[in-house]
């Protein structure tokens, strides 16, 4: 029974980390369709900058946090009106190709001023303590992750579906053309909405720093990862992402409490079944 | 059973060797290091780089009248055909009369029948599966093997009353000589292993294996995990599922490497482990040694590769001194060498060509600035590499 709850509980915090990682790369490859494989490179920059406030400049860390998030947010601006924008008209081949490229970028100015080692950031002392449920005990920042991952999962919802910009930004996506005649502003919007999966990208980085240690060659090192997540949850869709992300993160963790040996195995079987059965993932639009 | 391919290179390389009659006129040897500078493992590239060039600071640019020059090959990761294809181009083209360098186990396999086919004496600075000297009479090693430090780890804990482990060991080669060269010396002596789990590589979520630890509750937990993310997540998640407070000791040998010491932070205070070489040995040469390294690279950290590649000049420069470009007789000059090293006492095993040194019993502590350091409290002398004895 312990063996079981344990097993839930892990499962779900792991699972949480990942959807936090992976919802921005939801929004931008989902929702905007745009192959974004320097996704990990936003959660890098993010990361990298929330190091060097804590661990240099020995800011405070939540306020290290929301700078971290806010600078990502804005380089992410600046490379949709200068890169993006043009990517946007690409074929999927040259978008996998043109923003791989620009992970490699951010990955060498990355190692060009912070160098190849880990790089970590400077948590609450609070973080680090364990929480008791009474059967077993949890760290404490994996509270926080799953509180943050259950916010950020309602905010996203409201936003994309209950609110003027998200109904803009659905209109924006599903004919470009159409919505701008109308009158809605797609390149800002566009804009935007690039800048949010990207801040997404950066706080999951930061958040899952514990389990995900940033370093250099973190975009590459957990592409597959994120690919996943979205691609079983179903592009663009919010809640898939989150299922997705929690069942994995379950099935990964119960795999490896039971069967060690077998590696990473179930994680892509279950992946496999999934694409299989729903090629556009458990909740994808057709 | 020669392929036309090694008789063509052979001949090239003696072709060479002829023509490089020039360069044995200016006294000038060149040696080439294979390493990796770009890439995620840049970061040995340029340790080896670092701890050569403190060497060559130290004892000038000449050993024994001859000139030696290092020239540097990046071969990114584990890369076996690159590897090969560097150190043949550095044979053939280059001219070089010796390599050195080599951090990974295939990379160096991969190497051995060229420099057996070329006669190049070659230096490993780190590449450490017990075997890969045994595959050329060429290799030298200066780096450590698993097998060197598992064993007297396991030796060490059972004197301390520790008598059940769970050794948990990620799962690729070094994890699985770890796991069996503690695993045998530890029952050996009487000691029980409870379980012995193999942990994917790819593996970011620690906390399962931790609570599957937990439950054996055993005296000790004896890990093995590659440096760099793995080790953080898995010490991290060691401290955060209550580990220590149930009064599992944690047992390991280089996850405390230097290098991303300080990233671990509190979460690394108290660990107990066994290696060759702490930055922080107590001994004059290892502080001229750190400082020399501080000046001329600053911010670089001194660790297992520095000193590896630090002691590989040394053996270099040694054969050189002794044989100038006289290469095929060089080996002979390594078996059996002995001189004082940043890491302590060390000799060149005559049989193995493998190094023989003390392996230290370290515990992580704040020195008295504050940074963290792996403190050593115990000494295991001369220790050979075990793995090769089995």
Not at chain 2, 300 to 324: E, F, K, Q
Request: with cysteine; net charge negative; aromatic share 10%.
């Amino acid at each position: 029974m312990s063996v079981l709850s344990g097993i839930l509980i892990d499962g779900f915090s792991y699972g949480m980390i990942l959807f936090m990682i992976a919802v921005g790369l939801s929004v931008t490859m989902g929702l905007m369709r745009v192959i974004n494989l320097a996704h990990g490179g936003f959660a890098l920059l993010g990361g990298a900058f929330a190091h060097w406030l804590t661990s240099i400049a020995s800011l405070n860390y939540a306020l290290s946090v929301i700078l971290s998030v806010l600078a990502v947010m804005l380089i992410a601006i600046a490379m949709e009106r200068a890169l993006y924008k043009k990517i946007y008209q690409f074929s999927e081949l040259q978008q996998v190709l043109a923003t791989i490229g620009i992970a490699f970028l951010m990955i060498a100015s990355v190692n060009l001023f912070l160098g190849s080692t880990l790089l970590p950031i400077r948590a609450p002392a609070f973080f680090s303590t364990s929480i008791d449920l009474g059967f077993r005990s949890l760290p404490a920042h994996r509270l926080v992750v799953i509180i943050a991952g259950l916010v950020i999962a309602g905010g996203l919802y409201i936003l994309l579906d209950r609110t003027r910009f998200g109904i803009q930004l659905r209109a924006a996506v599903d004919n470009r053309d159409m919505a701008a005649s109308l009158g809605i502003n797609t390149v800002k919007i566009y804009a935007l909405t690039f800048s949010l999966g990207a801040g997404l990208a950066a706080f999951g980085g930061i958040l899952g720093a514990e389990l995900l240690p940033i370093e250099a060659y973190y975009p590459l090192r957990y592409m597959v990862l994120f690919l996943v997540v979205v691609a079983v949850g179903g592009m663009g869709s919010i809640a898939g992402s989150f299922f997705a992300a929690i069942s994995l993160g379950i099935i990964d963790t119960a795999a490896r409490y039971i069967v060690p040996d077998f590696g990473t195995v179930f994680f892509f079987i279950a992946m496999m079944i999934v694409l299989t059965l729903r090629p556009h993932g458990l909740l994808g639009r057709i | 059973m020669k392929s036309p391919f090694l008789k063509t290179l052979g001949t090239a390389c003696a072709l060479s060797l002829l023509l490089s009659g020039t360069a044995i006129a200016d006294h000038t040897v060149k040696v080439g290091v294979i390493a990796p500078f770009s890439g995620p493992f840049a970061i040995w590239g340029k340790q080896f780089k670092d701890g050569v060039e403190v060497y060559v600071a130290q004892n000038g640019e000449t050993a024994g009248g001859h000139t030696v020059e290092f020239v540097y090959k990046d071969s990114g990761g584990p890369n076996p055909s690159g590897a090969k294809s560097l150190a043949q181009e550095l044979i053939i083209k280059d001219g070089v009369d010796y390599l050195g360098g080599l951090v990974f186990t295939p990379n160096a396999l991969a190497v051995a029948p060229l420099i057996d086919e070329a006669q190049i004496p070659t230096v490993i600075f780190n590449a450490a599966t017990s075997s890969i000297v045994m595959t050329s009479e060429y290799f030298v090693r200066t780096s450590f093997s698993l097998w060197q430090v598992s064993e007297p780890m396991a030796q060490w804990a059972y004197d301390q009353g520790i008598r059940s482990v769970v050794i948990s060991v990620t799962d690729y080669g070094p994890g699985n000589d770890a796991q069996v060269a503690f695993g045998s010396a530890f029952e050996e002596l009487g000691g029980t292993v409870l379980d012995a789990i193999k942990m994917p590589l790819q593996t970011n979520d620690f906390a399962p294996f931790m609570q599957r630890i937990k439950d054996q509750n055993p005296d000790a937990l004896f890990a093995f995990l590659p440096a760099g993310p793995p080790t953080f997540a898995f010490v991290k998640s060691y401290n955060e599922n209550g580990l220590p407070d149930a009064g599992i000791k944690f047992l390991g040998t280089g996850e405390t490497d230097e290098t991303n010491l300080q990233a671990l932070g509190d979460a690394a205070l108290g660990l107990t482990t066994a290696y060759h070489y702490s930055a922080d040995h107590d001994s004059d040469l290892n502080r001229a040694f750190t400082a020399k390294l501080e000046e001329l690279s600053p911010g670089s950290v001194a660790n297992l590769a520095s000193v590896g590649a630090y002691d590989g000049a040394h053996v270099l420069y040694a054969m050189i001194g002794a044989v100038g470009s006289e290469r095929t007789k060089a080996v002979d000059v390594a078996r059996g060498m002995e001189w004082e090293s940043p890491r302590g006492p060390v000799s060149i095993d005559p049989d193995t060509r493998h190094i023989t040194q003390n392996v230290y019993i370290r515990r992580v502590a704040r020195n008295e600035n504050g940074v963290l350091v792996n403190e050593e409290f115990e000494t295991i002398p001369n220790v050979p590499d075990l793995g090769l004895m089995q």
